[in-house]
């Protein structure tokens, strides 16, 4: 399994992720252009000493992301999704793909999605933080797959 990010917007965001990712063995692929300066420092300050233990792959642009990712199922977590995450059967080697956090993802990204998962909260709420629903998506898809790191 696998996260990616959709041109990620907050710096702060993605290295919450990446901290996510190097707990749980979970690779991270970001899909460029990022919306900040790709920088050790401002990653660190939330990885802290996790940046260097996650496998991590930036792509330039959606193609390149697409291309590399093969035929892996691509599963995206939307607000505009029409599956609830706990009613989806997830695969070991699914891609979890995340929006731009101002944006979330264009109509191709949907379109090209094997799958679109909501998150069900509140209705008096707009969404979560990405990294928190990424950090509910992949250990649901974990507990699914067996996929939880050995203690």
Excluded at 93 to 106: C, K, V
Excluded at 108 to 135: C, E, G, Y
Aim: glycine share 8%; hydrophobic share 50%; charged share 20%.
């Amino acid at each position: 399994m696998r996260i990616a990010l959709y041109e990620p917007d907050i710096p702060q965001n993605v290295a919450a992720i990446l901290r996510l990712c190097a707990c749980f063995g979970v690779g991270l692929d970001i899909i460029g252009p990022e919306g900040f300066v790709w920088d050790d420092k401002k990653l660190k300050r939330v990885g802290m000493d996790y940046v260097n233990l996650a496998e991590v792959r930036r792509h330039a642009s959606w193609a390149a992301f697409r291309a590399a990712a093969g035929g892996a199922r691509l599963v995206l977590l939307t607000t505009r999704g029409a599956t609830p995450l706990a009613a989806f059967r997830f695969a070991a080697d699914d891609i979890l793909l995340f929006g731009r956090e101002s944006a979330g993802a264009p109509e191709d990204v949907h379109a090209a999605a094997d799958a679109r998962l909501v998150v069900p909260i509140r209705a008096a709420t707009r969404s979560l933080n990405v990294a928190m629903t990424a950090a509910i998506a992949l250990a649901e898809g974990l507990r699914q797959t067996g996929g939880f790191p050995e203690l």
